[in-house]
């Protein structure tokens, strides 16, 4: 794989302590410098019953930077943390509620019938318990939790900043815009989310805030209304055997773009042009990992256990779009890495993830929070050099304390090295 870190102010500190280039620790690839953060994908999902205040409790325990709450509307306009508008699968809405009160809607383009939120009041959400969707995973938490409020995840989030005495930030995604506002109407739930954020955290690209979506109309029209950061989401359907990206409806597109007769797929959105007019008004994008390293199933059976999985398959390294969107001025937080499934071209979840760390995402979307702070402590740490690189500049520098002096000390302040990403 062609992994590598780039050089910054290390390299100029090594030099004055008197190292070489050879000895000398680079930072991260990352579009600043920075450490990449762990975004806990709907919590602790791997562990817990996902989008639960368990769940993103745990997620903050393990080491998360930043917990993320899917956001879809309840009947009376309340903003709850639901992975999708849909109840089914994630709650025990079956066994409360019978089948009058289901109901079926255009999701995306798919006619659906299912226990919809927003026919049911925050009191009857209120009465539903969580269960793990995922039948693979530890089913002996159903039942336990509530489904948590926007503002309930917020209050969490501060509470837990206080007490851990590190920032948490929340990554809130806008679920189905186009299908809240045949609802509810035009931009609604925009208006709604910002309003509560502000509230929260002000209007700020300093808050511990990214609003992310897989459409872009409401991207764009937060971007007139907002100055917390936006990420524009990337989705596809499968990867091919030649490691291309497969688009299939309702993957294949923004849905407001199906809507508008746009005929540009996710992938046209990493083109340079697409890079281009997303910085117009976004601050990152979040692509489906296989968009960023390219995997090649070649039939061979590397981890020799008889049979051909996508761990198997060949890891040919960058496709190169990190590079793009950081010379665009964009930041890439990759989704989602899964211990226990979607492992392209690696068995071991901890050094997959370390492989996109390497290759300079800003940031990564897991199920298992320990795994993402694990693998990113493994990466060789930046900023423990810098500090060392300082205190050998400084002994170096002896009675030359004007030219040590030039130095700029802010760099080498822990406090300061992850400055608006944390």
Known sequence: MNIFFKPTLVAALAMAAGIGPAQAQTTWSTLTGAAPII???????????????AAYTKAIEQGADYI???VVLTKDGVMIARHEPILDGTTDVASKFGADRQS???????STKAYF???????????????????SRDQSFNGLYEIPTLQEVVNLAKAQSVQTGRSIGIYPEIKHSAF???IFGAKVIEDKLVSALHAAYGNS???PVFIQSFEVSNLKYLNGRTDIRLVQLIDADDVKPDGSLSLVPPYAQPYDFVLDGDPRTFADLLTKAGLAEIATYADGIGPWKPYLLKTVDDGVDRDGDGVITAADRRVDGSTGVIEAAHEAGLLVHAYTFRDDAGKYGFTDPAQEIAAYLKLGVDGVFTDYTATGVA???AVPEPGTTLLCLAGLAVVGCGYRKRKCGEVDR?????????AGLF
Do not use: C, N, Y
């Open 68 to 70: 993320e709450p899917d």
């Open 117 to 135: 939120a927003s026919d049911f009041t925050l009191a009857e959400i209120k009465t539903l318990r969580t269960i793990q969707p995922r039948a």
């Open 205 to 207: 690209a300093a808050a």
């Open 410 to 418: 802010t760099m080498l302040d822990p406090s300061t090295r992850h």
């Open 180 to 182: 809240h506002a045949s």
């Open 375 to 377: 693998a990113r402590s």
């Open 39 to 53: 975004i806990a994908h709907r919590g602790a999902s791997g562990l817990l019953p996902e989008h639960t205040l």
């Open 104 to 110: 079926t809607r255009v999701l995306d383009g798919v």
